[in-house]
C-alpha cells in the first residue's frame, strides 16, 4: 500500500468516475437479499414498489453492481505486491535451484530417495511459497473478483496441498522445479496488468505477448513433456509405486488442466491483440455503463432540445449532433 499508491499516482493512474445509486430500501433490499440482476418480471415489480420507472430501476441496479466493483488503484495494488512477490519468489528459486545436478538432469530428482538432504534454502523457499498461496486463499473473497473465481479456488487448495503433500512426502527435489516453473511467467502477467490499469496500452501488450509465449513454453510444454514425465516416470525406477505417487501425479494432472483452461483464454487474448483489438484480461468483469441512459435523459429534459432533438441524439452547444448514419443526399 505505501509503495503501490504512490507509484500508481507517479504512472498516472486515474480512477474513473462511478455514479452512485441513489438510496432506495425496496431496490437496496431485493438487490442483498434475492439477486443483482433481476429478470423483466422483478423489474417491473420492483418498478411498482419503489415508484420508479423500469428504466429508473434498470440504471439503479447497473449504478450499483459497479459501486460493488473494485476501484482501479485496487486492482493496481493487487497487480503490485503479486508482481513483486512472483519476481522475487522466481529470482530466489533460481538462486535455490540452478546449481543442483538434478536441474539439468532429471532422472537425478530421485537418487537416494525417500532418504534425500533437505537445504536451509529450500525450506525457506517452500515455507514462503506455501504461506503465499494461504494468503492467496485466506483473500480471495476480499481480492478482485474474476469470471475464473472457482477455478482460482481449485488452484490455490491444488497447490497448497501439492506443497505440503510433496513437504511431508520429501518429494522436495520435485516441488522446487514446479514452483520455479510457475513463478517464471506469473510477474510478467501481473506487470502487464500494472500497465494496462495506468493506460499505457502499448507497454501492456508487449509484456503481455512475452507472457503468453513464456506461459506456453512453461505451462503446456515444460511442465507437461519434462516434469510430469520426471513425476510419473523416473520414480518407478528407483521405487515401487505407493499411494503418495498415485496422489502426488493426480494433483499435478488437476493443475494441468487448469494451464489448459487458462491457455485458452490467454490464446483469446493474443488474438484480439493480433487482430488489432485492445488486449484485457479476459477474467476481468468490467463496469457497466449508463451513457445511453444519461443522453435520453438530457433529451427529455425540458429546455434542453429543440424540434428534432429526439431523433437526432443530444445537444451540442444548443445544436443537436447529426446522424452520421443517413445516406448522403446524391
Not at 38 to 62: H, M, N, Y
Not at 309 to 318: H, I, Q, S, V, Y
Request: hydrophobic share 40%; charged share 20%; proline share 5%.
Amino acid at each position: 500500500m505505501y509503495v503501490a499508491t504512490p507509484l500508481a499516482s507517479l504512472l498516472n493512474v486515474k480512477e474513473k468516475v462511478r455514479l452512485k445509486a441513489t438510496p432506495n430500501p425496496v431496490l437496496e433490499k431485493f438487490y442483498t437479499s434475492s439477486c443483482k440482476h433481476p429478470k423483466q418480471a422483478d423489474i417491473e415489480g420492483l418498478s411498482k414498489k419503489s415508484g420508479c420507472t423500469p428504466r429508473q430501476v434498470e440504471r439503479w441496479f447497473r449504478r450499483r453492481r459497479n459501486q460493488d466493483r473494485p476501484s482501479l488503484l485496487k486492482k493496481f495494488r493487487e497487480a503490485s505486491w503479486r508482481f513483486t512477490f512472483y519476481l522475487i519468489a522466481f529470482i530466489a528459486g533460481m538462486v535455490v535451484i540452478a546449481d543442483k545436478p538434478w536441474f539439468y538432469e532429471l532422472r537425478k530428482v530421485w537418487e537416494g530417495y525417500p532418504i534425500q538432504s533437505m537445504l536451509p534454502s529450500q525450506y525457506w523457499y517452500y515455507m514462503i511459497e506455501l504461506s503465499f498461496y494461504w494468503s492467496l486463499l485466506f483473500s480471495i473473497a476480499s481480492d478482485v473478483k474474476r469470471k475464473d473465481f472457482k477455478e482460482q479456488v481449485i488452484h490455490h487448495v491444488a497447490t497448497i496441498i501439492l506443497i505440503s503433500f510433496s513437504w511431508f512426502t520429501n518429494y522436495i527435489r520435485a516441488g522446487t522445479l514446479v514452483l520455479a516453473l510457475h513463478d517464471s511467467s506469473d510477474y510478467l502477467l501481473e506487470s502487464a496488468k500494472m500497465f494496462n490499469y495506468a493506460g499505457w496500452k502499448n507497454t501492456c501488450n508487449n509484456i503481455f505477448i512475452v507472457f503468453a509465449v513464456v506461459f506456453i513454453i512453461t505451462r503446456l510444454i515444460i511442465l507437461p513433456f519434462w516434469i510430469l514425465h520426471c513425476t510419473i516416470v523416473y520414480p518407478l525406477e528407483f521405487y515401487p509405486a505407493f499411494f503418495g505417487y498415485y496422489f502426488f501425479n493426480f494433483m499435478m494432472i488437476v493443475l494441468q488442466c487448469l494451464h489448459v483452461f487458462w491457455a485458452y483464454l490467454i490464446i483469446r487474448m493474443a488474438h484480439k491483440f493480433i487482430t488489432g483489438k485492445v488486449v484485457e484480461d479476459e477474467r476481468s468483469d468490467r463496469d457497466e455503463t449508463d451513457n445511453t441512459d444519461e443522453e435520453e435523459e438530457k433529451a427529455t429534459t425540458p429546455g434542453s432540445t429543440v424540434p428534432g432533438a429526439t431523433k437526432n441524439g443530444p445537444l451540442t452547444n444548443g445544436h443537436p449532433i447529426s446522424n452520421n448514419n443517413h445516406r448522403k443526399a446524391e
